[in-house]
């Protein structure tokens, strides 16, 4: 089953959304992700995207964040919420984006909403794929967990809420033994090299609207992280 580029990373534009705004007055909703490269939106509750920054390098998080977000801010200065990929992904990279967003949201005495990171995928994916009248139908998002493994979470239509339905949590696979195991899934593979952070945040709207939690406040790393605390000094006599 061949696997298919992500075209729909930057979705709002693809929705309908009017990108820009000064001082949006109503409730703002500021998403960021860093599972892949780096995202910092903001949104309106309705999904009108004000702001939409982006950078597709894998690594530098930490570099580049604090600029997008300022950034994103400089449009919608004041906030109600921070919605938070939550992975899966790289641990150093992913924490990166947690870390700066549950800081950012203590700063500005403002609530979290965690969501899975491939949720916003697959929201961007079902809403350009209802414009064109295309049948979505079961699919698997898929992102790079290296150490020749993918990271998938199985999706199927959308519920009433707005929100992709998950037939199945993120899981890990072997690169080589991925489509076998897709295809006994009946989903088609989707592939995504990048993350929006305003479908991120967009999840997280429609999640409080509905008043549900997408996923827990622990991040989505699917393996542990290669640097552990080094042991307790041995005593000697």
Do not use: W
């Not at 809403?127 to 967990?145: H, I, K, N, P, Y």
């Amino acid at each position: 089953m061949p696997g298919r580029a992500s075209p729909r990373a930057r979705a709002p534009a693809a929705i309908g959304c009017r990108v820009g705004g000064d001082g949006y007055p109503g409730t703002v909703i500021i998403g960021i992700d860093t599972s892949l490269g780096t995202a910092v939106a903001a949104i309106a509750r309705d999904g009108e995207v004000l702001a939409d920054e982006q950078s597709s390098n894998p690594l530098g998080h930490a570099e580049v964040i604090g600029d997008l977000l300022r950034r994103a801010t400089a449009v919608a200065p004041t906030p109600t919420h921070v919605a938070i990929g939550m992975g899966p992904g790289p641990f150093t990279g992913l924490r990166v984006g947690i870390a700066t967003a549950r800081v950012y949201a203590v700063g500005r005495g403002i609530p979290v909403v965690p969501v899975p990171s491939h949720d916003g995928i697959a929201l961007g994916l079902l809403l350009s794929d209802a414009l064109t009248a295309t049948d979505t139908g079961r699919f698997a998002v898929v992102t790079d967990a290296r150490r020749r493994e993918f990271a998938f979470s199985l999706y199927e239509g959308i519920d009433d809420d707005g929100l992709p339905v998950r037939l199945a949590d993120a899981a890990l696979s072997p690169r080589d033994d991925l489509d076998a195991r897709l295809d006994e899934l009946g989903a088609r593979r989707y592939d995504a090299t990048s993350v929006s952070a305003a479908m991120i945040a967009l999840a997280a709207a429609r999640a409080l609207d509905a008043g549900r939690e997408l996923t827990g406040s622990e991040p989505l790393y699917l393996r542990s992280p290669d640097v552990v605390a080094a042991h307790a000094p041995k005593r000697v006599s």
